[in-house]
């Protein structure tokens, strides 16, 4: 699990769902990107995006996509409706392959919260994990201020393992974090 090579020496394959297509970025989502994540309904509940959302930073998101993935260090998707295709989000796997495993991180666009785009998203997303990268493990948190991202963690078969008390510091306020692994 140490060196880049398959699946990593080919493109990020499209994977998909019922109601969802996950691709690769686009240098062309950047407008849609920003737009879900000037919403700070949205970027709060995110350990890393900032509010305001600063000009160039999709440009800057979507740019570090390609290397990732040749790496071996992370995938990560655009979520998009299949019918019509519009951008409702984002998810991915920071991936530690010598221990063959992943944590699991996403966002969903304010409009299209409720709909059960997160947990469709993270049920193919944990299953691309296990059986083509291999992964023996997918964590993944959520600030205990937003259940609804632990809901999603739950349908999508994760088991709730703890609370962290203070681990991070979001808005200069240490925050906790819900873990959940599968």
Same mark, same amino acid.
């Given at each position: 699990?140490?060196?880049?090579?398959p699946?990593?020496?080919?493109?990020?394959?499209?994977?998909?769902?019922?109601r969802?297509?996950?691709?690769?970025?686009? /240098? #062309?989502?950047?407008? /849609?990107?920003?737009r879900?994540?000037?919403?700070?309904?949205? /970027?709060?509940?995110?350990?890393?995006?900032?509010?305001?959302?600063?000009?160039?930073?999709?440009?800057?998101f979507?740019?570090?996509?390609?290397?990732?993935?040749?790496?071996?260090?992370?995938?990560?998707?655009?979520?998009? #409706?299949?019918?019509?295709?519009?951008?409702v989000?984002?998810?991915?796997?920071?991936?530690?392959?010598?221990? =063959?495993?992943?944590e699991?991180?996403?966002?969903?666009a304010?409009?299209?919260w409720?709909?059960?785009?997160a947990t469709?998203?993270?049920r193919?997303?944990?299953a691309f994990?296990?059986?083509?990268l291999?992964?023996h =493990?997918?964590e993944?948190?959520?600030?205990? #201020? @937003?259940?609804?991202s632990?809901?999603?963690? =739950? @349908?999508?078969g994760?088991?709730?393992?703890?609370?962290h008390?203070?681990?991070?510091?979001?808005d200069?306020?240490p925050?906790?974090l /819900?873990?959940?692994?599968?």
């Amino acid at each position: 699990m140490d060196q880049p090579g398959p699946p990593y020496d080919r493109p990020l394959p499209r994977l998909e769902t019922d109601r969802l297509a996950l691709r690769p970025f686009v /240098a #062309e989502d950047a407008p /849609a990107v920003s737009r879900c994540l000037a919403e700070r309904d949205v /970027a709060r509940q995110t350990l890393t995006v900032p509010h305001p959302y600063p000009d160039g930073a999709a440009e800057t998101f979507i740019a570090g996509h390609p290397a990732a993935w040749a790496t071996g260090k992370g995938a990560t998707w655009a979520v998009v #409706e299949r019918a019509g295709g519009a951008l409702v989000g984002a998810i991915g796997l920071k991936l530690v392959r010598a221990h =063959r495993r992943a944590e699991l991180g996403y966002w969903i666009a304010k409009p299209s919260w409720g709909k059960g785009y997160a947990t469709e998203a993270t049920r193919r997303v944990i299953a691309f994990g296990f059986d083509e990268l291999g992964l023996h =493990r997918v964590e993944a948190h959520h600030f205990l #201020e @937003n259940p609804a991202s632990g809901q999603v963690m =739950r @349908n999508a078969g994760m088991i709730p393992e703890g609370v962290h008390r203070g681990v991070v510091w979001r808005d200069g306020d240490p925050r906790d974090l /819900a873990s959940f692994g599968i």
